[in-house]
């Protein structure tokens, strides 16, 4: 079983900066791969990051390509999302997401253990 818990989430102005964590207890982290979802009211929740379990691929949704960076520290079981540049649409309700298979996913039927998720609020 695999706990996740999200912190960092707020209020920002457009064009600011939030850094996003997840925590994750498990006894071997560095065996789920690790991906981040973002959910808006009344819309689908849809994949925003994910990295490999060895930390060396990413891949990113092109809305935020170049402005959000997704990193883990398998010494330390958390994973991280640097948001920068955020726009008023990046406004959502952000989940951190592990799974157990290598592949690269990026639809929220493949990840197999979910946060509870953080709040991000950009004004515009």
């Known amino acids: 079983q695999v706990q996740l818990v999200e912190s960092g989430g707020g209020l920002v102005q457009a064009g600011g900066s939030l850094r996003l964590s997840c925590a994750a207890s498990?006894?071997?982290?560095?065996?789920?791969?690790m991906g981040w979802f973002r959910q808006a009211p009344g819309m689908e929740r849809e994949f925003v990051a994910g990295i490999s379990r060895g930390g060396t691929m990413t891949a990113y949704a092109d809305s935020v390509k170049g402005r959000f960076t997704i990193s883990r520290d398998n010494a330390k079981n958390t994973a991280h999302l640097q948001m920068d540049s955020l726009k008023a649409e990046d406004t959502a309700v952000y989940y951190c997401a592990a799974r157990i298979e290598a592949r690269l996913a990026i639809t929220k039927y493949e990840y197999d253990y979910w946060g509870r998720g953080t709040q991000v609020t950009v004004s515009s």
């Open positions: 498990v006894r071997t982290f560095s065996n789920y791969r």
